[in-house]
């Protein structure tokens, strides 16, 4: 096996400048799986087994590569995805570049330079004469950032199986680990009224739009800033014609939730909104997507451990809880996880998305001290 590149940060930046300059939007499977070829490719001379899982519904394939050593036991789970929101072209609108110690491209704070810097410093892993303690699984998705419905039932049997999780998203508010993330849940909302002649015969009418709006002001109340709890509307859709009472109506929410308790209460109460117009009918479906992702004792251990190793690397680590969700959300609830070990940047899902350079090399090394220190 060709011993790899050291851990500086301009070998780094070059491997994740060919994963950036494949662009990867979810909706393109064809774009993701070209990328998942080259990260397999990258781990044809390594100690591993690679398993391909044929992407379904729309989406890309999955890459899982497991260590040859400590499989037979609970070892370290990596989650990293590969997908990007950017659409198709946009490389030509922000094209990989450096200025200063800013790298930009699509993807590359989230989460291509994490994904990337884990593989790197596996492959500095391997390239030495001693295991890990513990085997490693790195899996490579292609749907997060569409709620990982077609990873998820993968990375919650591989995080059952696991001791630690790490995840690769980026770091937030200049490097900080994440230990805690809301849950977040989708709802839509259908409304079905009554049409009328908006002019001559309006009490003939019943107005879906009219009945949304009262049911965006129940949802809206819902807001709770000091528990943490959002509710927002983001999508709304309605009537045909100025002159036509509306017959249908739509909406699509977004709820966030810092823990399990929260969640029962608020899915409980979108779920069951009710019409209050007669003649007019009101249905709502939808479910929690991604659990909480609370501090749990253990994950609370596994940061101060992360914490020591980066004392030693140079670095402070401060930990923070967001309000984003992550595939972390599906593992924290069973199993030890740390998740925004990725590089540290701003931008995300923007036109100057980018990643600091400085980062790169600090937060390899306190991924591969973490392959090499947990047990």
């Known amino acids: 096996m060709a011993r790899s590149n050291s851990f500086d940060n301009q070998t780094i930046l070059e491997g994740i400048r060919r994963w950036v300059?494949?662009?990867?939007?979810?909706?393109?499977?064809?774009?993701?799986?070209?990328?998942?070829?080259?990260?397999a490719e990258q781990h044809r001379d390594l100690p591993v087994t690679l398993e391909r899982i044929a992407g379904v519904d729309g989406c890309g394939d999955h890459l899982v590569a497991r260590s040859d050593w400590g499989q037979d036991r609970p070892g370290i789970l990596v989650l990293s995805h590969l997908d990007t929101v950017h659409p198709m072209g946009f490389i030509a609108r922000l094209p990989f570049k450096v200025e200063g110690d800013s790298a930009f491209g699509p993807g590359i704070y989230d989460m291509k330079g994490g994904a990337y810097i884990a593989h790197h410093a596996f492959r500095e892993l391997c390239a030495g004469a001693d295991r890990s303690p513990l085997g490693i699984t790195h899996i490579f998705t292609s749907d997060e950032e569409i709620g990982s419905p077609t990873s998820r039932a993968l990375i919650e049997?591989?995080?059952?199986k696991a001791k630690y999780v790490l995840v690769t998203e980026p770091a937030r508010d200049g490097g900080k680990i994440v230990t805690g993330r809301k849950g977040v849940g989708r709802f839509e909302v259908f409304i079905k009224g009554v049409p009328a002649h908006a002019g001559s015969?309006?009490?003939?009418?019943?107005?879906?739009?009219?009945?949304?709006?009262?049911?965006?002001?129940a949802l809206e109340g819902m807001n709770d800033l000091t528990r943490g709890v959002t509710v927002n509307v983001g999508v709304v859709r309605g009537g045909t014609r100025p002159n036509v009472t509306p017959e249908e109506a739509y909406a699509e929410i977004d709820l966030r939730v810092p823990n399990f308790a929260d969640a029962d209460e608020f899915v409980g109460k979108i779920l069951g909104l009710k019409s209050n117009t007669e003649g007019v009918s009101v249905r709502v479906t939808g479910a929690l997507n991604r659990p909480p992702y609370e501090k749990s004792n253990a994950g609370a251990s596994l940061f101060?451990?992360?914490?020591?190793?980066?004392?030693?690397?140079?670095f402070d680590l401060?930990?923070?809880?967001?309000?984003?969700?992550?595939d972390g959300n599906f593992t924290a609830p069973d199993t030890a996880t740390l998740d925004g070990l990725g590089v540290d940047g701003k931008g995300a899902h923007t036109h100057y998305e980018q990643?600091?350079?400085?980062?790169?090399?600090?937060?390899?090394?306190?991924?591969?001290?973490?392959?090499?220190?947990?047990?």
């Open 318 to 326: 401060i930990d923070t809880h967001t309000g984003g969700g992550s």
């Open 201 to 217: 015969r309006p009490e003939d009418g019943r107005s879906a739009i009219r009945e949304l709006a009262n049911i965006i002001m």
């Open 355 to 375: 990643l600091y350079v400085s980062s790169l090399e600090p937060r390899a090394r306190l991924l591969h001290r973490l392959y090499q220190t947990l047990r």
């Open 157 to 160: 049997k591989e995080g059952r």
């Open 304 to 314: 101060e451990h992360a914490k020591s190793l980066a004392t030693e690397l140079g």
């Open 21 to 39: 300059e494949i662009e990867t939007p979810t909706e393109v499977p064809e774009q993701v799986n070209k990328l998942i070829s080259v990260v």
